[in-house]
């Protein structure tokens, strides 16, 4: 009778820990799947960009040197990401950095009346911009579900299985120096 | 800009500021016990219609016998949930294609419509979900729908009037409650119960049809108070059943429609746009034509159909008052 009591626990604590152990693969695999998306929309935004500076370049004249640094933070940006299969530090870094400059580029657009009348430049800059609410919206989602994944890795009874089984932490995209530069340096517009 | 952002005093019960995540978690418990509430409906008319069966064959009518549990209650109750999840299954399967037929809504691809394609994607990537099919309903009223048991058969539609009246801001706002229904999984929840409830209307109408037709050929009293009793049970339960469950929808329905809200600010972390959004729809809502009808407008963002008189019932509506929608919003932009 003992023997089938001890048997019954042993199964059924076997049980609850695969029922632990899947959970974590599904939370990592949200983290990884949330991170790929990032990266579908970073690599368009490699694409959109040269496109977008050729067809502006002739109607911003006086701008040549925010298309210039638009353009290197692309070619940094795109150095910074080859090959890493999860967000390193560098990149992060370098896709903020390039966020900012296209920040200031769109900003400084709206100074050429010109370019709202280009259909071709309205479509680019349509899909540039939609580009970047997918790498935020994107990002928000790879934040939320590595919150998810790592309070679920540090908390018990999760954290026996996370560290017998090797589940890191993962990594989350926090906004970086010089996108939050450019966020304070931004003109404030009023709406009133 | 600032001054459509002010919400006006609404009278009612006040919200607390609270965010989305216990909004959303209050609303499930909510909608949990108002769908038990539904099927405890559903099994306890088919006990009853079963048990008043029973009662009506035992030739003496002896109520003191029926307190004891009906067989043919057991069954009755059984017989109507069986039905139910078949139904179920049947709407699951091919009700999609009907809503799309019922709306007149059509399919556009990226070219046509750039702008209302990205936005819609931009929501299913905050969701984390397969984007949807768009489409557009030609029509200068302001709406929009979401369509599809599951999240990977999803498709959210727009009509050309929203389109033309709102920015791109409110766009996102009305396309990301769309999201939200999708991903709470809401069309399913809401076929469910449209199901329990015709199912329950029926079966009640059913009832009475056969009451009256019985009554007529063996009512001539000579077995007593009895069956007055029995009787009495059985229409009260058949004329009552139904309006309860009507009233059960449709607070499913309203509850569902708070949490699209509260999941439209969760992906958009922007409350405004929503906000913005439901204010061009209440300016708009007495000069709109009528889309949509009685069947289809439990999927609308805003209920298509106009109420007969202005203060009609809270009770039997699908959804929740403009005013206490934006209210809500407003407090969770403040919390």
Known sequence: MAFWIVLGLIVAIGFWGVSLYNRLVRLKTQVANGWAQIDVQLKRRYDLIPNLVESVKDYMGYEQETLRQVIEARNSAVKANAGTATPSAASLNAESALTASLGRLFALSENYPNLKANETVQQLMEELSSTENKIGFARQFYNDSATAYNTAVLSFPDNLIAGRFGFEQATLWQVAEAERAAVEAAPKVDLR | ?335
């Open chain 2, 1 to 335: 800009m600032n001054a459509a952002v002010t919400a006006e005093p609404v009278t009612g019960p006040r919200v607390n500021g609270t965010d989305f995540l216990s909004a959303q978690a209050e609303n499930r418990r909510n909608t949990r016990w108002l769908i038990l509430i539904l099927i405890l409906l559903g099994l306890i008319l088919g006990y009853v219609i079963g048990w008043a069966l029973e009662a009506w064959a035992s030739a003496d009518y002896q109520v003191a016998d029926t307190l004891n549990i009906s067989a043919l209650g057991i069954l009755g109750a059984l017989a109507l949930g069986g039905i139910g999840i078949i139904a179920s299954i049947v709407t699951f399967s091919s009700g999609d294609r009907i809503i799309m037929k019922l709306t007149g809504a059509e399919e556009v691809t990226a070219e046509t419509e750039p702008v209302l394609h990205n936005v819609v994607e931009e929501m299913a990537i905050a969701a984390g979900l397969p984007k949807p099919r768009v489409a557009v309903i030609e029509t200068e009223a302001l709406n929009a729908f979401a369509t599809g048991m599951s999240p990977q058969k999803a498709t959210i539609g727009v009509t050309r009037g929203l389109l033309k009246s709102l920015n791109r801001e409110q766009l996102q706002g009305v396309v990301a409650h769309e999201m939200g229904h999708v991903l709470n999984l809401d069309i399913r929840y809401m076929a469910a119960v449209g199901i329990m409830v015709g199912l329950i209307a029926l079966v009640s109408d059913l009832a009475l049809r056969s009451l009256r037709m019985g009554g007529r050929s063996r009512s001539s009293g000579k077995k007593g108070g009895g069956a007055l009793i029995v009787l009495l049970i059985l229409v009260l339960f058949a004329i009552l059943a139904p309006l309860a469950a009507q009233a059960v929808r449709f607070a499913v329905s309203r509850q569902r429609e708070y949490l699209a809200d509260a999941t439209a600010v969760q992906l958009t972390r922007n409350p405004l746009g929503l906000i913005g959004a439901l204010k061009v729809l209440e300016g708009h809502k007495e000069k709109a034509p009528e889309i949509g009808n009685r069947a289809t407008q439990h999927i609308f963002i805003v209920n298509p159909v106009k109420a007969f008189k202005s203060g009609g019932s809270a009770l039997f509506a699908t959804h929740p008052s403009l005013a206490e929608r934006i209210e809500r919003l407003t407090n969770l932009g403040r919390g």
